[in-house]
């Protein structure tokens, strides 16, 4: 993965301010939105099913994340992974917590046949969407990147897009070629909603005219340099947050990322 590509990629969001239509949990809501900021693009969180469908086909992107879905939410969900397919407009599916819990574990499987651009999950989560685990612990994964990395190549396969596994070395695959990204630091995980940012922040490349695969890797290694950045002069968790969206705005430059192609 070319070094100037990733950071071409960061210029262009920037530069194009992309609309990411957000569909995400309520617990994450605020962060999201404030790191799709941070880096340039436009949050909008939209989760009304009356509202949804014809909001997806004109946003740059589109969002959808399963945290703490209900039946309207589910429904505007389906609606808009449907008219984003439809209009051409890249979406990425973070399935929280998917294999623990029937419903949405049902529903993740089901928006599969929309073809998201990209599936970004833990290594738990990528191994139960792709019918080869059962789950993790929550929203916390049992499971090492690597333990999930043929699941996340026959999902890859099955979608005709892209899957990002996160975790202490990111592994992003569309099936033919892999990239790792290292980096980043340990509070991340101690930050309530930082992987839900980063599926957005993967929506948002995307909606600045990243292909799926760059894009993908360009926003885990954004969001690793911002970690580590944030991570040196935090106190704690509770410093850390304000300083990663801080950071998150400084990083103009993807060269320094640990990617391995």
């Not at 589109?62 to 890249?90: D, H, K, Q």
């Not at 396969?157 to 340990?186: K, P």
């Not at 410093?239 to 705005?249: H, I, N, Q, S």
């Amino acid at each position: 993965m070319d070094a100037a590509a990733l950071t071409a990629a960061r210029s262009a969001l920037a530069g194009r301010a992309p609309l990411v239509h957000c569909l995400t949990n309520t617990v994450v809501q605020t962060l999201t939105a404030n790191a799709l900021l941070a880096v340039g693009a436009a949050p909008a969180m939209v989760d009304e099913p009356a509202e949804a469908e014809g909001f997806a086909a004109v946003a740059s992107a589109v969002l959808v994340n399963v945290g703490t879905v209900n039946r309207a939410t589910a429904e505007a969900m389906r609606l808009a992974a449907r008219s984003a397919a439809a209009a051409g407009t890249p979406w990425v599916l973070d399935p929280v917590a998917v294999g623990a819990l029937p419903f949405r574990t049902e529903l993740a499987a089901e928006l599969l046949g929309s073809r998201p651009a990209v599936v970004r999950g833990n290594a738990s989560e990528v191994l139960a969407l792709a019918g080869a685990g059962s789950g993790g612990r929550g929203v916390d994964s049992t499971d090492k990147t690597d333990d999930a990395l043929d699941a996340a190549v026959a999902l890859a396969g099955r979608t005709g897009g892209v899957v990002a596994v996160s975790g202490e070395v990111d592994v992003v695959t569309d099936g033919t070629r892999t990239v790792r990204v290292g980096g980043g630091s340990v509070l991340l995980t101690r930050t309530t909603g930082a992987g839900c940012a980063l599926g957005a922040l993967v929506a948002a490349y995307l909606g600045a005219g990243a292909d799926p695969l760059t894009g993908a890797v360009a926003a885990h290694a954004h969001v690793a340099l911002a970690a580590e950045a944030a991570a040196a002069v935090a106190a704690g968790p509770g410093t850390f947050a304000p300083l990663w969206l801080d950071a998150l705005d400084a990083v103009t430059d993807l060269s320094a990322a640990r990617v391995d192609a």
